[in-house]
């Protein structure tokens, strides 16, 4: 088993990844599109563990400097390891990995925004000396604008 930065030979394992965490199959051109366009920005680092050539892991980093803060900060954008693999200790180590990128980067601080409903993943994060400072509020700006909070929807 080992990390590496992804590539774009990694998408549709990738893909797999992002769908299972969502549990709904996204637009694969669409996240292709968007996928190849966040390898070539220096803001973003896909990091992958990989176990026998197959992508069990990844956790997708935005580098982003944000005038409340005056510095550069990092943002966990997706992050799932397969099912078969969790509770090894693959997500810790991707985490320390991913703190490790952000202070390289210039980072003062790594935040991430996670789904009410995913309360495992908020135990992960608080076991991490993460600490849930703030709320976050999104709106859909298509279709209904309902208040049901469903993973997979």
Known sequence: MYYRKGT???????????C??????LA???????????????????????M?????????LRFEEQLHHSATIAEIMEFSVLPNYRKQGIGKEMFVKACELAKEFGCIQIEVACNQLR?????????EGMHNFHF????SLI??????NVIGK
């Open 8 to 18: 774009f030979a990694d998408c549709e394992q990738v893909f797999h990844l992002i």
């Open 20 to 25: 299972e965490m969502e549990k709904k199959e």
């Open 28 to 50: 694969y051109d669409r996240f292709v599109e968007i996928f190849h366009k966040q390898l070539l920005r220096d803001r973003y680092y896909c990091l992958v563990c990989v």
């Open 52 to 60: 026998e050539e197959k992508v069990i892991g990844i956790l997708n």
């Open 119 to 127: 309360t495992d993943t908020h135990r992960f994060y608080i076991r």
């Open 136 to 139: 976050k509020f999104s709106k």
């Open 143 to 148: 279709g209904n604008n309902t208040s049901e």
